[in-house]
């Protein structure tokens, strides 16, 4: 099927008949259902590159206590999204994790203040009070202020809360200097009125925020079911570097209810796009060294109990793979969904 065909059917244009290919499966499972804050599923189902591969996608729910590496585990999942602390906690306790895929390379966790208030970083907020959003902030806040040779002796730490309106309260108020938290925080602040800037310091933000994981077992018998998955979701991604407004169509005919403030729809997508876009040379890379530098901290705060070589877990057997194919034909897809849809 030649890409214009194909975007035009999946605008609703049916030109002919076209025999659907035999599809496989493959069960994942993730922090959100679809959503733009993982947009590369959502446009590579869009583009049809999932179909391309044979693949179809099962999310698995996930608004559940059980720990994703357990759906791995009890093989329900083929494939499941962790975050660093996650990834070390189960390869500390025996479980024959591999991470086969760098999804957001950037950690959504950091420290906001108010636009206002001149603070440019962290350092300048010893002896304030300062907020997280919840208890499970803290350590954020422990590694920022231990990048700047501070500890929470240094400041008083309060727990703010999580609705926005109370959070944008806390800086309009100048009850806190600044604020531990993540991507819809930020927005959540923004959208009641207080425009913020983020002084998180790199030991916080230099980290893995999440990954794709597999179990040995499920590598050895789905390899191919991988591949394609991880390729796929390679060709999203790049979408949102050369035609974000395409992205930005896709996400609001597939998700519309994150679309009902158009506004915060767009500060949304756009805080996806920078935490799932690649930072490295090939899609999804695995950066053995930053998985080295991130520990000893981990440790010193608790997230992890023990230092874990990076060897043991890091496997890259698919990211030459998932890096195979043209940019110039995705672009003349994307270019055809375009003329199609838009």
Do not use: C
């Amino acid at each position: 099927m030649t890409h214009l065909i194909r975007a035009l059917l999946l605008g609703g244009v049916t030109l002919f008949a076209v025999p659907a290919a035999a599809q496989q499966t493959i069960n994942a499972v993730m922090p959100k259902q679809r959503s733009a804050n993982y947009f590369p599923l959502i446009v590579a189902e869009a583009l049809g590159y999932f179909e391309e591969e044979g693949i179809a996608v099962n999310l698995l729910p996930s608004d559940t206590p059980i720990p994703f590496v357990n759906f791995l585990r009890n093989g329900q999942a083929h494939i499941a999204m962790m975050d660093s602390a996650e990834v070390l906690q189960a390869e500390a306790a025996g479980v024959p994790v591999n991470v086969i895929y760098e999804v957001m390379q950037t950690a959504p966790d950091g420290i906001a203040v108010s636009a206002e208030s001149g603070i440019t970083d962290v350092a300048e907020l010893e002896g304030t009070v300062v907020g997280l959003v919840s208890d499970r902030d803290l350590v954020t806040m422990q590694i920022a202020l231990d990048a700047r040779d501070l500890t929470t002796d240094d400041v008083t730490v309060v727990v703010v809360g999580e609705a926005g309106p109370t959070l944008a309260a806390a800086f309009r108020d100048q009850t806190v200097s600044a604020i531990a938290g993540s991507g819809p925080d930020w927005l959540a602040i923004q959208a009641n009125g207080i425009a913020i800037d983020l002084i998180t310091p790199s030991e916080v933000s230099a980290k893995p925020g999440n990954t794709f994981v597999a179990l040995d077992e499920g590598i050895a018998d789905n390899a191919d079911l991988l591949e394609g998955y991880l390729r796929a979701w390679s060709k999203g991604m790049y979408v949102a570097k050369i035609a974000p407004d395409v992205v930005a169509e896709i996400a609001r005919t597939a998700v519309p209810e994150e679309w009902e403030d158009p506004t915060f729809g767009e500060q949304y997508l756009a805080n996806a796009i920078r935490l799932n876009v690649s930072i490295t040379d090939l899609a999804g890379d695995l950066q053995t060294q930053v998985w080295s530098d991130i520990q000893p901290a981990m440790q010193q705060f608790g997230l992890i109990k023990e230092i874990v070589d990076p060897a043991q877990f890091l496997d890259n057997r698919f990211i030459t793979p998932a890096n195979d194919w043209s940019r110039e034909e995705v672009a003349s897809e994307v270019e055809a969904w375009r003329e199609a849809n838009m």
